[in-house]
């Protein structure tokens, strides 16, 4: 379903700290960042319809150019968005918030990834329909959720012991 607001990924340090949420509000997506200096959120029209698989895609450039695509496709954009702060985000979350009484997302997430470079469209159009090599340039994190159980997801980009998991809703 796409109707009513949920995030697909959230990573801050609690309700409104440090936030970065890439989420799906009546069926529209939307790129949230509370940064040190601010907060902006960018966001599309009615752009996704339910009932078959999406890829949705957010970027933000060290100069604070934000750009959302469905399916390999810019369907927003948007300037002047404070960068994170950069502060550990201990809480992480896939298909929920951490607010409380925020709906959980409904629809399935195949895979996550978070990179430290801003991808362009035709990188994100070429990788889009495939499982990455866990080496690439620039991957930070690498949810692929076939852990098969649980509602800890491990990144494949860390060696196993250590903490990098993220919750699922």
Known sequence: RVEGAARVIELGDGPDKH?????????AVSLFVLG???SRQISSNAVLDGG??????ATLSGSGNATLYVNGAVVASGTAVPLPS???RRYCYLGKSSKIGDGLLRGRLAEVRIFSVV???????SAMNQALPEEVSGLLRYYRLDEGSGSLVMDRRVPAGQ??????G
């Open 19 to 27: 936030t970065i949420a890439l989420g799906i509000t009546d069926r």
């Open 36 to 38: 040190s200096t601010g």
């Open 52 to 57: 078959r698989w999406l890829h949705i895609a």
């Open 119 to 125: 991808r362009t469209a035709a990188e994100l159009r």
């Open 163 to 168: 903490d990098a998991g993220a919750r699922a």
């Open 86 to 88: 950069q502060v550990l």
